[in-house]
């Protein structure tokens, strides 16, 4: 009689996860709300009975956490394998679980072939969000050629049939695009050799019918910061499911005897209360379980950068007249963008030597950081490790520190080669070279830490394919910077939003959310990022009044607004400011922190889009205060637009209503907002009968604080 048990439930307050151990390799039976004591896992496994069809298989395949060819299964396989002999048809049998509290190891074996899978689940004590990981180890005598293993697949129910993906480009960041689930398969696959603008890891299976605030949905995403495949499939038998997992180029995971794989975190998340309840999930487990500073702990403080200020034109004194007019507006983080080591004058040259450029800094950085911090300002800098112009000291010394492939031209890209992670070397070099500007310069708090083009040639010094190996090793890198020098923040930044994932966060403090400062085109990307990440780990700039992307010309209030949410800062040269733009920018730095403590804490509703408007708030956790955004991005159809219903407020209390931005509005004639400021009413009828709102301007940007009535 088998030892192995029937069934394996994991559940927390709110969901339950429910696994069927009868066959080679565990199925997930149910994953959702919470099931009762009565509901047994039994009585789930006979209603989910399936009868031999016509022209079928008489048993069925199972559709398991990672189905094989061995198992006749005709969907994509959870492992591809090749050797000498036939490793290609290894099947595996479950031969252990171990469970501790809600993390359960199905261990699962070949003994044939002598290859070993463990699958590790584990779901969160707090939330509806669930881990999938999957190890091999090749405990054969000969190589085995791993060329694909999925972090699991995962059955979706027959009423989850809809999709919400990610798509985009550089600077349009996490664009979302609906799709019906199909017969056939939803694939996108990604060899950028980081996260990608384009291919985002991620994707929402929902409910037809589901919306921000109603309806069920899963959430999925893949904490790997390089290449990566994902798949949705609806068979012919009517089963659908989504796969995810790293993608391998060939010969990139061939393990001798003893070796193992591990596959990224595929992190998954439930939601009844609709897209907005998902990422509300999402965000509650990254603050408690990934981020090592809360609002409490370290606010964080509003940014200038200098990229788009001064992109490559650094002169110190320059520098410091700059930094005492961002102080004054009441910046407290003061960040030196690319451009100041040695012969960096322009893109073409210098990454990879990353000494202090003497003939631009003659008495070094430190006469720039003692003004910045005599300001009352924070003093960050900005660094692109993984990365190596031709014309610089470091290439020269070393061109086959680069990666490449035999007998192929390298694919220009911004005047720049990938360096080889994996080579020991290399990440040596790296860590001296940024230890020591860490160590000559003790007050330097922040690192913006850059990756600026793909990799086309991802050969290394083994000539192997190396992308894994170079994610590793990157992760490896910044860990070992954040171990020596433990009070430096650092921001994951990739040309803007091509390196945003649970990979690298662990690992960094923020992301650089877009290269766009173009605050129309900030709403969308801003609006797809919140999907998965909260605000406070979302880099969020007023930049120029032109954007320098777009060429668009907007108001100083709305980019402010825009900017509020995330984790706020400027980009731009503040010598162009009039009168009115620094009184401005003065407020809305005033109005982020007051209201910080809110935007980087509380549960964010996003308002169903109605494709003119982009709309959203964050309420307190305990309800007593929300600051909501009104954002017009085209004219109302009709003469007057609709209402603004507010979400997520106790409908019970009473709510005194506050236009807090912007502190000057130009109206058409007298509307509802002289009406209804500093008026107190009900949490009802703020979210069931809403706020007229008035006849503005597109482009413009309202901002509303509710707080509960004594």
């Known amino acids: 009689m088998s030892s192995l048990p029937p069934y394996i439930r994991i559940q927390n307050q709110t969901t339950s996860l429910v696994f069927d151990c009868h066959s080679r390799v565990p199925t997930l039976l149910y994953y959702g709300r919470r099931l009762a004591d009565n509901s047994t896992e039994d009585m789930l496994a006979l209603l989910a009975t399936r009868q031999e069809a016509k022209c079928s298989p008489a048993i069925e395949p199972d559709l398991s956490l990672v189905p094989t060819h061995a198992d006749g299964f005709t969907g994509n396989p959870g492992v591809l394998l090749a050797g000498k002999g036939d490793e290609w048809a290894a099947g595996f049998g479950l031969q252990k679980v171990e469970q501790t509290g809600n993390t359960v190891k199905f261990k699962c074996e070949d003994s044939q072939r002598q290859l070993q899978l463990v699958i590790e689940v584990s779901l969160n004590d707090a939330s509806p969000i669930a881990t999938f990981q999957c190890e091999f180890t090749n405990g054969s005598a000969n190589p085995v050629d791993l060329q694909w293993l999925c972090a699991a697949t995962f059955p979706l129910p027959d009423h989850i049939s809809m999709l919400k993906t990610f ?41 037809r019918g589901a919306m921000e605030h109603s309806g069920e949905c899963y959430g999925f995403h893949l904490a790997t910061s390089g290449n990566h495949k994902l798949q949705a499939e609806q068979m012919a038998d009517g089963r659908s499911y989504v796969q995810m997992g790293e993608l391998l180029f060939p010969g990139e995971a061939v393990l001798s005897s003893g070796q193992s794989y591990r596959s990224p975190k595929l992190y998954i998340g439930y939601s009844e209360e609709g897209f907005s309840g998902l990422s509300r999930h999402f965000h509650q487990y990254i603050r408690k379980n990934i981020l090592r500073h809360s609002p409490s702990s370290k606010p964080r403080p509003i940014h200038y950068n200098t990229w788009e200020g001064i992109y490559f034109d650094h002169d110190a004194e320059t520098l410091k007249s700059l930094a005492t007019k961002v102080a004054d507006l009441g910046v407290e983080r003061f960040v030196l963008d690319d451009g100041w080591f040695k012969g960096r004058r322009s893109d073409k040259a210098g990454l990879g030597d990353w000494v202090v450029d003497e003939d631009v800094y003659p008495q070094s950085l430190q006469p720039l950081i003692d003004h910045v911090n005599q300001l009352g300002m924070e003093f960050g800098i900005w660094f692109e490790p993984e990365m190596v112009n031709p014309d610089s000291d470091l290439y020269r010394a070393h061109p086959d520190w680069a990666l490449a492939t035999d007998g192929n031209p390298q694919v220009p890209f911004r005047n720049q080669y990938v360096l080889d992670l994996s080579n020991p070397e290399v990440t040596d070099y790296l860590f001296e070279a940024i230890d020591k500007i860490l160590t000559t310069y003790p007050n330097i708090r922040y690192i913006k830490w850059d990756m600026n083009r793909d990799i086309n040639h991802p050969g290394n010094h083994m000539n192997k394919p190396a992308v894994h190996q170079q994610v590793q090793c990157l992760y490896k890198l910044i860990a070992r910077v954040r171990t020596a ?29 877009s290269d766009s400062n173009d605050a129309l ?28 992307i777009t060429g668009r010309h907007i108001s100083i209030e709305t980019r402010a607004a825009v900017a509020l949410f995330g984790h706020m800062g400027m980009e731009m040269d503040p010598r162009e400011l009039t009168d009115h733009e620094v009184g401005v920018l003065k407020s809305a730095f005033s109005l982020y ?50 209402r603004f219903r507010f979400a997520g407020l106790d409908p019970n209390r009473r709510y005194t209503l506050s236009r807090v931005w912007p502190q000057q509005l130009k109206e058409y004639s007298p509307s509802v907002l002289s009406v209804v400021d500093g008026k107190v009413f009900s949490g009802q009828l703020l979210m069931q009968a809403g706020l007229q709102l008035p006849v503005l301007f597109p482009q413009t940007s309202l901002v509303f604080a509710l707080t509960e009535a004594q």
């Open 521 to 548: 085109d900030r709403l969308k990307i801003q609006q797809g990022f919140s999907l998965f990440f909260p605000p406070e780990v979302m880099g969020a700039h007023v930049g120029p009044r032109d954007c320098h």
């Open 593 to 642: 922190k007051r209201y910080r403590p809110l935007t980087h804490s509380g549960d964010l509703y996003r308002l169903d889009d109605d494709g003119m408007n982009v709309n959203f708030g964050v309420v307190a956790k305990d309800k007593s205060e929300a600051l909501f955004a009104y954002n017009s991005i085209l004219e109302t159809p009709r003469t007057t637009p609709g």
């Open 485 to 513: 020098h433990p009070g430096v923040e650092i921001e994951s930044c990739c040309s803007g939003g091509g390196r945003i994932d649970l990979g690298i966060l662990p690992y960094t403090d923020r992301f650089w959310t």
């Open 167 to 207: 798509e985009g480009r550089w600077s349009n960041e996490f664009q979302t695009r609906n799709h019906e689930l199909f017969m056939g398969s939803y694939v996108r696959e990604n060899r950028r050799g980081k996260t990608s603008h384009d291919t985002f890891p991620g994707l929402i299976a929902y409910a």
